[in-house]
């Protein structure tokens, strides 16, 4: 039995609402809504606007509201499947006729001499213009469906938005028990509606300029953890002494001469502004971004220079422990020539436990140790209390957490370079990202062949084996891509697993081989080393080669299923060929042959990540490339990161907050956004 009203609370389920039975319940939960108080927060997704209310002889061919009664109803079945019910609507100005298409219940519901308001699409039907299934609710009530702003929400078969409507109307009853998160003072001086009412609003808006406000509220609710999360961070930053990193002409002189290339102007630029941050008195917090192949890992080991020259010790993070052990031979083969690879230290989980003591009591006891791992780093026992430097790579942000630790075991907070092939679009860095400072690499070393992209539709998949066996045929190597190890029915032909059978059978002169998160460690490694050492043609793969992974000779990419990757991701996945002298491919195979959506028929045609990190934000929004955003259910992609009112409005609000020094802990639920909003963040 439904609970009264009265005793509804707002953990209660969505099936104590009357009207919704456990089916819809199930609807709902479907769109992560259980309970009331996620309903409250299943935010629409647009509305139509039925506020206007026309005098009849006024109207116009369209989305109509008009104030009416109703007389002449009749229903009639005209054949199996279709009912017809009409009625003639009037107001003071004229009459008109409606006519609702298989609703043959509202007959017995419509009472002459009431005022209606009826929501729908004038339009013409059999000739005559008509008002066609309009919503129809009395004048006077609070109505849902007609004579308003009306929500328009995800709907799925079982939850149309009318139904929504109706369950979102009991649960606002209880939005004023909601506890706002947000200190009333900053509420009143940023002029922002309450959640309570901005919920109201929200949902049933009693105006436009009422939805503008509330949407501001929630606007500003998506910014404000963040901006304070990042001010935070920054205040400890400069709370903290750095370790005073002296730059020496002389080293960085004879480092350069005996490097096999000219650096790019950009690379000289970004090395100078980090020798900068490392020489002043605050800990370094940068980000360097530049394209796969843009020599970012030159600018780290020059940064690391200095430190190793003073006998500080370099850490260095990499994603994975593949690629950890690529980055020690790149690394080992720069630092070669002024005798510095004897600084080198590996460290990586799956190493046996004899050899991982010999690495820490090397890195201990040697002076500027230049120390090469995964996060497992952090744990490894490692005396970190001379770390000058950590470089992370390929990840936008270091995990709050992870630098608290850090910091505790060095004592200091050491200077930071993040080095990513992902850039951050600009209005992002301005805004979620402003407390890094970013460098870009723009410029490419000189001779790089661009790559040439392409579609693939099923049907010239055949013509593609031949450009394929001739490529190998001439020496080269490939990648093939998937989204998924294992096949299931809805992804049979883009598993790992499947296309590697399928490589195995049409490829009989070469050999084929397979890699993915689910083999050990030691079998990756063994795997990847083959394919370094051309002894495997073909590689097939997850995305676990998606960053870093360094081999000249592949000259062809292919990537199943690129409908599932983000253009970050297929940009990363690209610049895995291109790398040697050769001219190299990338190939995205469509599952079917229908129109490929807008975003791959671009990407094909840029080859400038900066760019398509741009053209990802525009087609996507920021909630999807940075999930956090999503505080709330049902809210997200609110933002618009080049609405400089609203941010500077969170800016002065984060003043306001940090003035009056609170502690944080006072507002348990922003506390929890804030700390969620300064843990590790990689853009996807
Ligand atoms: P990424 O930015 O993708 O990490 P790498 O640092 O791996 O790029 O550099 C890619 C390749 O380009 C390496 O083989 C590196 O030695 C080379 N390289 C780096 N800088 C230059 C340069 N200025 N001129 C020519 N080659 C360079
Ligand atoms: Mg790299």
């Known amino acids: ?51 206007q209310i026309v005098p009849i002889v006024k109207l116009r061919p369209g989305q109509v ?19 017809i019910t009409q009625a003639l609507a009037s107001d003071e100005s004229g009459s008109v006729r409606v006519v609702w298409f298989n609703q043959p219940y509202r007959a017995a519901t419509l009472k002459p001499a009431m005022e209606y308001y009826l929501s729908g699409n004038f339009k013409l039907s059999s000739q005559h213009l008509a008002l066609i299934n309009p919503s129809c609710e009395v004048a006077g009530d609070m109505t849902l469906s007609s004579g308003r702003i009306v929500p328009i929400y995800s709907e799925s078969k079982l939850l149309s938005s009318w139904l929504v409507r109706k369950a979102v109307a009991q649960a606002l009853a209880l939005a004023p028990r909601i506890r706002d998160y947000l200190p009333a003072y900053l509420l009143k001086n940023a002029q922002l509606d309450s959640l309570a009412e901005a919920l109201t609003q929200i949902h ?10 509330a949407r501001r509220r929630f606007q500003f609710d998506e910014l404000f953890p963040q901006l304070l999360a990042n001010e935070l961070s920054n205040q400890e930053r400069r709370s903290q002494a750095a370790i005073v990193v002296d730059f020496k002409p002389d080293l960085a002189k004879s480092f350069v001469a005996k490097l096999p290339f000219k650096l790019t102007d950009d690379q000289r630029r970004v090395i100078w502004q980090i020798y900068q941050d490392m020489g002043g008195q605050l800990p370094m917090n940068r980000l360097v971004e530049g394209d796969v192949g843009s020599g970012k890992t030159v600018v780290a080991v020059m940064s690391a220079l200095m430190a190793m020259a003073k006998g500080y010790k370099v850490a260095f993070i990499a994603p994975t422990e593949l690629l950890a052990r690529q980055h020690v031979a790149t690394i080992s083969a720069l630092l070669k020539p002024l005798g510095l690879d004897e600084h080198l230290v590996v460290l990586t989980g799956s190493m046996k436990a004899v050899s991982k003591r010999a690495a820490i009591a090397k890195a201990n006891k040697i002076s500027g140790a230049f120390i090469v791992g995964t996060h497992s780093l952090f744990t490894s026992g490692v005396n970190w209390s001379d770390l000058a430097l950590l470089i992370i790579d390929e990840q936008h942000r270091f995990g709050v957490d992870q630098r608290m630790s850090l910091q505790k075991q060095a004592g200091h ?18 805004t979620i990202f402003n407390d890094l400072d970013i460098s870009r690499l723009k410029q490419m070393p000189k001779g790089r062949k661009p790559i040439t992209s392409k579609l693939v539709a099923p049907s010239e998949q055949v013509r593609l084996r031949q450009h394929l066996e001739s490529e190998l045929n001439a020496g080269r190597q490939l990648y093939v891509v998937c989204p998924y190890i294992h096949a299931s029915e809805s992804r049979e032909n883009i598993a790992a697993e499947t296309i590697f059978e399928q490589y195995r059978a049409q490829f009989k002169k070469h050999t084929v081989a397979l890699i993915h998160s689910q083999l050990s460690s030691e079998e990756q490694a063994k795997v990847m080393n083959d394919f ?13 080669i998606e ?98 009112e609203l941010i500077t409005l969170v800016k002065s609000a984060v003043e306001q907050f940090i003035e009056k020094n609170e502690p944080l802990a006072k507002y348990p639920k922003l506390s929890a956004e804030v700390a969620a909003a300064q843990q590790l963040t990689n853009l996807n």
Do not use: W
Not at 418 to 429: G, N, W
């Open 547 to 644: 960053v870093g992974v360094d081999v000249a000779n592949a000259s062809v990419m292919i990537i199943y299923g690129p409908e599932r990757f983000g253009l970050a991701q297929l940009h990363q996945l690209r610049g895995r060929v291109g790398r040697g002298q050769y001219q190299s491919y990338c190939y995205l195979m469509l599952s079917d042959s229908l129109s490929p959506p807008e975003r791959l028929r671009r990407f094909i045609d840029i080859d400038d990540g900066f760019e398509l990190s741009e053209l990802d934000l525009s087609l996507r929004g920021p909630g999807a490339i940075y999930g956090k955003l999503q505080h709330g259910k049902g809210i997200g992609n609110m933002l618009t990161l080049d609405d400089h």
């Open 65 to 83: 509201t008009i104030k009416a009664t109703l007389s002449n109803v009749t229903s009639r079945r005209v054949r199996r499947g279709l009912s």
């Open 532 to 544: 370094i050492k051309n002894k495997i043609n073909i590689l097939v793969a997850t995305t676990i």
């Open 1 to 51: 039995m439904k609970q009264n009203k009265q005793a509804l609370k707002l953990s209660d389920p969505v099936s104590n609402l009357t009207g919704i039975g456990p089916k819809v319940a199930e609807a709902f939960a479907k769109k992560d809504v259980n309970t009331i108080n996620d309903l409250l927060f299943f935010l629409p997704r647009k509305y139509q606007d039925y506020s």
């Open 204 to 213: 049933f808006p009693d105006s436009n300029a009422e939805l503008d406000k």
């Open 413 to 430: 907070l050491p200077h930071f370079l993040s080095i990513t092939a992902t850039p951050i679009p600009r209005s992002l860095a301005l």
